[in-house]
């Protein structure tokens, strides 16, 4: 059976499983919602702070692979690369 508690063992772990949520939550919408307006705006940030949250979240979130830094961490940089490019939109 399927139990959260399961998935969820820390603080950590709730705050980067909600923000996950509310990330895929919003940046679904932002995919499908029309483009450049007021709105839309808004919720990209939103969708912004949560994927700052979820990658900062899974640096402390280590108890799932015997302790060990897991495959995931190493997408880290890779996403906050190109959240990062976000701020150079001409490249």
């Known amino acids: 059976m399927f139990e959260i508690t399961n998935w969820i063992h820390s603080p950590q772990g709730s705050i ?3 923000s996950s ?12 919602a029309k ?11 939103l969708f912004s702070i949560f ?8 640096l402390l979130i280590y108890d799932f692979n015997n302790g060990r830094v897991g495959p ?10 190109f959240f990062g490019l976000w ?5």
């Open 35 to 45: 483009k450049g307006t007021r709105f839309h705006k808004r919720v990209g940030y």
């Open 87 to 91: 701020f150079y939109p001409n490249v």
């Open 72 to 81: 995931f961490h190493f997408l880290i940089p890779v996403s906050l690369f």
């Open 51 to 58: 994927l700052v949250l979820v990658n900062l979240t899974a």
């Open 21 to 32: 949520l509310i990330g895929l939550i919003t940046g679904a919408y932002l995919l499908i």
């Open 16 to 18: 980067h499983f909600i």
